[in-house]
Nanobody
């Protein structure tokens, strides 16, 4: 069974940092573009950051540019989200997502990890 398991969420004060991790298993990780999404209470799920299958290209939502960094380790089937200078507006459940780079195939989602930033 394919799994994406997020970890690293928690409660942090404004201005602090967290590093989220997503462990992937049972699919060909290096053929997947990986993304982090988040969903705040009462809001739609939004794309935070993505990274191509080879890690050469990244993209970020304007709201997190310069503060968040996405990375991956294909040898370990891991994707990370380093989050710095957190503010209360970053409070959300963060999800890991995998999309096949070929443009067809199955998309996978993790269960999410809660990030809460206190003011």
């Amino acid at each position: 069974q394919v799994q994406l398991v997020e970890s690293g969420g928690g409660l942090v004060q404004a201005g602090g940092s967290l590093r989220l991790s997503c462990a992937a298993s049972r699919f060909t990780f290096d053929r997947y573009r990986m993304s982090w999404y988040r969903q705040a209470p009462g809001k739609e799920r939004e794309l935070v950051a993505l990274i191509t299958n080879n890690g050469r290209t990244t993209n970020y939502a304007d709201s997190v540019k310069g503060r968040f960094t996405i990375s991956r380790d294909n040898a370990k089937n891991m994707v990370y989200l380093q989050m710095n200078s957190l503010n209360p507006e970053d409070t959300a459940v963060y999800y890991c997502k995998g999309d096949p780079s070929a443009g067809w195939g199955v998309t996978y989602w993790g269960q999410g990890t809660q990030v809460t930033v206190s003011s």
